[in-house]
C-alpha cells in the first residue's frame, strides 16, 4: 500500500522542462501563423440556408424522430419491459389526472383527456426514452390560477328558487374554465413552437436547480392550500393577485367552522391509508418487480364505499359526478381570450419546458443517450397546442410516473404510448365508475403525492454548508412564489437570480499572484505561504469578467491591492509641474524687471546723473537672482523625479516598476472595459510605471483592436499568453537574453 502511495506521489510530481522562447502576442501571431481567413456572413447565411439531400432527410428525420428509432426497435430485447411499464404508468395516470383537474378548476375527465392526447404527440416528437408526461401539479395549478381568475364563480351565481336565494350554475362555469384552461394550454404551446423553431432551447439554463425545486416547493404550497376546500367541505372565496395565499389561508381559518366531517373524515382515513399503503409498497418492491398501483386501489376502494354508504346524500360529500365516456371533437381556442393570457401561458411554456429538461437529461445521462432540447420544445409545444385544441390543460413531466416507468423495465417512448392506450380504454369504458368517488380522496392523493416536493426544504441546509448564495437564491424564490401568483413568482425568482449573477460579477476576488518557487505557476500571496511576490512587479488577478459593472470596482481594487493611486499622484505631479512653472515664470519676470533697471541706470550713468552700480551691489544682486534660478532648476527636477521615481509624499508606497494585468478569467470586453485597460495603461505609464496584460482570450483582443486600444506606440508587444512570459519580459527588459530563449 505504500508503495502504491509512492508510486502516486512520483507520477504527481515529475518534473518538467521547457526550452522556448518568451512570446509576446505578435511573437505568437508569428510563430503560429496566425490566419486572417474569415467566412463573411453572406457565406454563412448561403451555407446556413443550402438545402441538400442528406441535410433536408437529417433535419426531418430530426423533427420527426419517431422515423429515426422506431425501424430499428429491439422487439425481443424491449417490448416485455415497455408492456408492462407503460400499463403501469397507465394505471397511475387515470387518479392523477382525475386529482390534478381539480387544481385545473375543470372536471375530473379532463385530466384523463390530457393523459391522453399529449402522451400520443409525445410519442412522435419527443427524444427522451424515460420520462412521462401528462398532467403535473405545478402546470395544474398554474392552470387553475388562470381559470379562477378569469372564469370567478362570482360570474356564474343566479337567482334562485326564494326571494333572497342564489343558485351557482355549475354547469355553466364548468364549461367556461374548460374553455379558459384549453385556450391557454393552446397559447403556451404556441409559445414553445416558436421557441424551438428558433432554437431558442437555451431558455432553460436561466432556470438553474436551486431556482426549479424552490420552485416547486413554493407551487406544491400552492397546490396544498388550494385541495384545503375539498379535505373540509367548505367553499372559501377565491383571491387572486399577491398576497393571495395568505388571503386564502386566512378565509379557510375563517370557515372551519363550517368543516363538513363526514369530508373531513374521509380526507383523514385516505391520507392514512395512502401512506401506510405506499410504506408497505416500498418495502415490498424488493419482491415484487411491478409496483403495487397504491393510487388506483384507492379510488376503487373509496367509489364502492361511497356508493355503498351513499356518502354523498347522506353526508353531504362532494363527489367526482358525471363523467363522459368517449373521446371530444376538437374546437377552436377562444381567440377573445388570448390577451387576457399571454403572461400566463409564457410562464406556463417555460417553467413546463424546464422541468421535462430537467428530468430528461438526468435520464439521458443515465443511459447514455442524448436529448436534443430544442427538439423537447417542439414536441412539448405540438403536445400543449394540438392537446388545447380537444379541451385538454397543460402538461409537462412527472418525477414519480417517470421514476416508475423506468423502474418497471421501460426503455423507449413505446412505453408512453402504452399508458396512453390505458387511459383509451377508461375513457372509452370505465370512467363512468368513478363518478361516485369522493373530491376529498382526490384531494389526498396529491397530499400524499406532493410529499417529494416537501422533503425540498432540506435543499436550505444543504446549499448553506456548499454555496450560500445558491441557498439565498432558494429562499426568495420560495418567498416569491408563495406570495405572488407561481407565474409571477416565477418572472420575480428569474429576475433574482440573475441579479446575483450580476453582484457576482460586480464583487469578485482581487489578489496580487505570486510564484511558487521554483515553478511557472502564480497563486494569490494570501492563500498560501510559499507563495512570494516578485520584487518591483506586480501581478493583478481578477476572478471575474471586466465590463460596465465592475470596471470602477476593479480600478479601485488595483490601486488598493498594488497600493499605489495613481490618480492621485498624478494630480500631485500636476500641481508640483504648476507650481515649477510658477516659479519660472516668477523668476523671469524678476530677471526681466531687474535687466530694464539696470539698462535705465546705465542710460543715467553715461549722462553722468548717478553713479553705476558697484560691482559689489551689481554682482550680489545678481547672485541673488542666479541664485533663486539655481534653486529652481536643481531643486524641482528633484521633486519631480522623486515622484515618477515612486514614493509618494503622502504615503510611504514605492511604485512598482511594471504592473501585470492577469487577464485570464476575461471572456468578453464591452467598450467600456476597453476604456478601462486603456486608461490604467496610459496614467500607470505617465506615473512611470509600464503595464503588460497576460492570459488574453481571442475575444478580448479583438475587442481591444476594435476599441482603437493599439496604435502606432502601443502595439500587441504588451500582451504575452502566460503570466510567466510577462514576468520573465519584465524582469529582463526588452533584451536579446530574453526574447532570443529562457529556461522555465
Same mark, same amino acid.
Given at each position: ?8 506521489? #512520483? ?31 453572406? !457565406? ?8 441538400? +439531400? ?114 351557482? @350554475? ?21 409559445? =414553445?413552437? #416558436? ?53 386564502? /389561508? ?14 373531513? /373524515? ?59 365516456? +368517449?373521446? =371530444? ?22 417553467? +413546463? ?33 394540438? +392537446? ?67 422533503? =425540498? ?57 505570486? =510564484? ?123 521633486? /519631480? ?6 514614493? @509618494? ?62 496604435? !502606432? ?32
Amino acid at each position: 500500500m505504500e508503495e502504491k502511495m509512492k508510486d502516486k506521489d #512520483l507520477r504527481k510530481r515529475v518534473p518538467y522542462h521547457i526550452q522556448r522562447d518568451v512570446l509576446d502576442e505578435l511573437g505568437v501571431d508569428q510563430v503560429a501563423e496566425k490566419s486572417d481567413f474569415k467566412i463573411s456572413a453572406k !457565406e454563412k447565411l448561403r451555407d446556413a440556408v443550402r438545402c441538400t +439531400g442528406p441535410r433536408f432527410k437529417s433535419c426531418f428525420l430530426s423533427f420527426v424522430p419517431i422515423l429515426a428509432w422506431l425501424p430499428r426497435y429491439p422487439f425481443r430485447e424491449n417490448a416485455i419491459g415497455d408492456l408492462i411499464s407503460g400499463i403501469s404508468v397507465g394505471i397511475m395516470h387515470l387518479p392523477q389526472g382525475m386529482a390534478y383537474a381539480l387544481l385545473a378548476a375543470v372536471p375530473p375527465v379532463f385530466g384523463l383527456y390530457s393523459s391522453f392526447y399529449p402522451i400520443l404527440i409525445y410519442f412522435i416528437f419527443g427524444t427522451s426514452k424515460h420520462i412521462s408526461v401528462g398532467t403535473y401539479a405545478v402546470m395544474s395549478v398554474m392552470i387553475g390560477s388562470v381559470t379562477e381568475r378569469l372564469a370567478p364563480d362570482s360570474d356564474f351565481v343566479i337567482p334562485g328558487n326564494d326571494t333572497n336565494s342564489t343558485i351557482l @350554475d355549475i354547469a355553466s362555469r364548468d364549461a367556461e374554465r374548460v374553455k379558459i384552461a384549453a385556450t391557454v394550454t393552446f397559447l403556451s404551446g404556441i409559445f =414553445q413552437l #416558436l421557441l424551438g423553431l428558433v432554437r431558442f432551447g437555451f431558455v432553460v439554463t436561466y432556470l438553474s436547480e436551486p431556482l426549479v425545486r424552490a420552485y416547486t416547493t413554493a407551487a406544491a404550497i400552492h397546490v396544498i392550500v388550494s385541495q384545503l376546500k375539498y379535505s373540509f367541505g367548505i367553499n372559501p372565496q377565491r383571491y387572486s393577485g399577491p398576497l393571495s395565499l395568505i388571503y386564502t /389561508v386566512i378565509e379557510v381559518c375563517a370557515l372551519l367552522g363550517q368543516t363538513n366531517i363526514g369530508t373531513l /373524515v374521509v380526507s383523514i382515513v385516505t391520507i392514512i391509508g395512502l401512506v401506510a399503503a405506499k410504506e408497505l409498497s416500498a418495502l415490498a418492491a424488493r419482491k415484487i418487480p411491478i409496483p403495487i398501483p397504491v393510487e388506483l386501489i384507492t379510488i376503487v376502494i373509496a367509489t364502492v364505499v361511497s356508493w355503498q354508504m351513499n356518502l354523498r346524500t347522506k353526508y353531504g360529500v362532494e363527489v367526482v359526478g358525471e363523467i363522459p365516456s +368517449g373521446l =371530444q371533437a376538437p374546437v377552436a381556442p377562444t381567440v377573445s381570450l388570448l390577451g387576457s393570457m399571454v403572461g400566463d401561458a409564457f410562464a406556463l411554456a417555460v417553467v +413546463g419546458y424546464g422541468i421535462a429538461i430537467s428530468l430528461g437529461r438526468i435520464f439521458a445521462l443515465k443511459y447514455a443517450y442524448k436529448v436534443d432540447s430544442n427538439q423537447e420544445l417542439i414536441a412539448l409545444g405540438l403536445s400543449n397546442s394540438i +392537446g388545447g385544441l380537444f379541451n385538454c390543460f397543460a402538461i409537462s413531466c412527472s418525477m414519480s410516473r417517470s421514476m416508475v416507468q423506468v423502474s418497471t423495465g421501460g426503455k423507449s417512448q413505446v412505453a408512453g404510448a402504452i399508458s396512453s392506450l390505458v387511459i383509451l380504454v377508461i375513457l372509452l369504458k370505465i370512467g363512468e365508475l368513478f363518478e361516485e368517488l369522493p373530491k376529498a380522496v382526490l384531494a389526498a392523493i396529491i397530499y400524499v403525492n406532493l410529499q417529494g416536493m416537501m422533503k =425540498q426544504f432540506g435543499d436550505i441546509s444543504s446549499l448553506w454548508r456548499t454555496n450560500k448564495v445558491d441557498m439565498v437564491v432558494w429562499v426568495m424564490t420560495l418567498i416569491l412564489t408563495v406570495l405572488f401568483n407561481p407565474d409571477m413568482g416565477l418572472a420575480a425568482s428569474i429576475a433574482f437570480s440573475i441579479l446575483t449573477v450580476v453582484f457576482r460579477t460586480q464583487l469578485p476576488k482581487y489578489s496580487i499572484l505570486g =510564484q511558487v518557487p521554483g515553478t511557472d505557476i502564480y497563486k494569490p500571496i494570501e492563500d498560501y505561504n510559499q507563495v512570494k511576490e516578485i520584487p518591483g512587479i506586480m501581478i493583478f488577478h481578477s476572478s471575474a469578467t471586466l465590463y460596465f459593472a465592475n470596471a470602477e470596482m476593479y480600478i479601485d481594487a488595483l490601486y488598493e491591492k498594488t497600493g499605489v493611486d495613481v490618480a492621485k499622484l498624478l494630480s500631485h505631479k500636476k500641481k508640483l509641474e504648476a507650481k515649477r512653472l510658477r516659479k519660472e515664470k516668477k523668476a523671469a519676470k524678476k530677471a526681466k524687471k531687474e535687466a530694464k533697471k539696470r539698462a535705465k541706470e546705465a542710460v543715467k550713468a553715461a549722462k553722468g546723473e548717478e553713479p553705476p552700480f558697484s560691482d559689489t551691489d551689481e554682482s550680489g544682486e545678481e547672485a541673488e537672482a542666479n541664485g533663486d534660478v539655481h534653486k529652481l532648476s536643481v531643486k524641482e527636477p528633484k521633486d /519631480v523625479a522623486a515622484v515618477e521615481a515612486g514614493p @509618494d509624499h503622502d504615503t510611504d508606497t514605492t511604485l512598482p516598476r511594471a504592473i501585470i494585468l492577469d487577464l485570464s478569467p476575461v471572456n468578453f470586453l464591452d467598450t467600456v472595459g476597453v476604456k478601462t485597460l486603456r486608461n490604467i495603461y496610459k496614467d500607470y505609464g505617465e506615473a512611470g510605471v509600464q503595464v503588460y496584460f497576460c492570459g488574453c482570450q481571442r475575444g478580448v483582443v479583438e475587442s481591444m483592436e476594435k476599441g482603437d486600444f493599439f496604435n !502606432e506606440k502601443v502595439t500587441k508587444s504588451i500582451l504575452f499568453s502566460s503570466v510567466h512570459d510577462a514576468v520573465l519580459y519584465c524582469q529582463q527588459g526588452n533584451s536579446e537574453e530574453v526574447m532570443q530563449g529562457t529556461h522555465l
